[in-house]
């Protein structure tokens, strides 16, 4: 393989550049992976890399990935909440990576919210 | 935490919770010392020297969440576990260097574990930080700047796929050059 250098950055900008006058860059969903000590010592960072690789497999660009630090329940980890705009937010317990793929295909990109593995709907209330 | 990757995400995110705006990671492999050092300096809002006394206690925390922080105190055990240091350094509002040590060869050393995806976690998660990371491996050197990287995409945001595509590869590519040993 060819090595990558700048040059390839900029193919890549203009190739983006090209894609997103076409799109809308609405973003619809915001997925929260918890990534405290507890939640990274329970396997967070699986979780994260099998959501990342359902993204790109989905060609999906209206969803939005980031990460949050311990809220408290570290019993429950891996935490993963999940924000559709205009709904209230669910937050899952105990993800692994056969779970958020399951999240991610049916709550995410079909909205049936997977009530088993559910904790709570709605937002923590952080001192 | 299985691997010292693992630990790094799991400081790197004080650095965040600290509202740094750089990040410099910094893996230093010297086979001949039998060194390996890690490094996590960043610009946040720092401690005042007497928080820093009291965060290797894990039972101390500056959440409200929970009574326990636990993040610190295991890297340094995981670095004394391989015959390694650890240092923390933090002036106010100027930010916090977190330095370890290991026995690069030491039979209870951590793997390297998966640094890329990490480093991919943490650029996708936080695409308004820059992160700056260096890995040296005796006389070969590999670095990945996000801030140069963004001087290149202009206005395409940096977590966007393409891009993490390109710089998981940079990464990927780097790291195969120099062959790390950790």
């Known amino acids: 393989m060819a090595k990558l250098t700048i040059d390839d950055l900029k193919k890549i900008k203009e190739k983006v550049h090209n894609e997103m006058s076409l799109r809308d860059g609405d973003r619809r969903v915001k997925i929260t992976v918890h990534m405290g000590t507890c939640g990274i010592a329970s396997g967070a960072k699986e979780v994260m890399d099998t959501l990342l690789a359902e993204i790109d497999e989905a060609k999906v660009h209206d969803v939005v990935v980031t990460t949050s630090g311990c809220m408290g329940l570290c019993s429950r980890e891996p935490l993963v909440t999940v924000e559709i705009i205009n709904e209230p937010p669910i937050k899952y317990e105990y993800v692994n990576p056969n779970k958020i793929r399951q999240i991610f295909k049916r709550h995410v990109l079909a909205g049936e919210i997977q009530t088993p593995f559910v904790l709570a709907k709605g937002s923590e209330i952080t001192k | ?182």
Do not use: C, W
Not at chain 2, 8 to 28: H, Q
Not at chain 2, 123 to 128: G, V
């Open chain 2, 1 to 182: 935490m299985l691997t010292l990757s693992d630990h790094i995400l799991d400081i790197t995110e004080n650095s965040i919770r600290a509202g740094a705006k750089l990040i410099e990671i910094s893996v230093d492999e010297d086979s001949e010392n039998n060194l390996l050092t890690i490094e996590i300096k960043d610009d946040g809002h720092g401690m005042d020297q007497n928080t820093v006394q009291k965060v290797l206690d894990p039972f101390y925390t500056t959440k409200t969440v929970r009574r326990i922080g636990l993040g610190l105190p295991l890297l340094k055990d995981a670095a004394e576990r391989s015959g390694g240091t650890f240092q923390i350094n933090s002036q106010e509002n100027q930010g916090t260097t977190v330095k370890a040590t290991f026995g690069l060869r030491h039979l209870d050393r951590q793997p390297l574990g998966a640094i890329i995806n990490i480093m991919v976690i943490l650029i996708i998660s936080n695409s308004d930080i820059d992160f700056f990371y260096k890995h040296r491996h005796n006389d070969r050197r590999f670095e990945m700047d996000t801030r140069e990287i963004r001087k290149e995409i202009e206005d395409v945001p940096i977590n966007h796929p393409q891009i993490i595509k390109y710089i998981r590869g940079t990464m990927e590519e780097g790291l195969r050059e120099i062959e790390p040993e950790a």
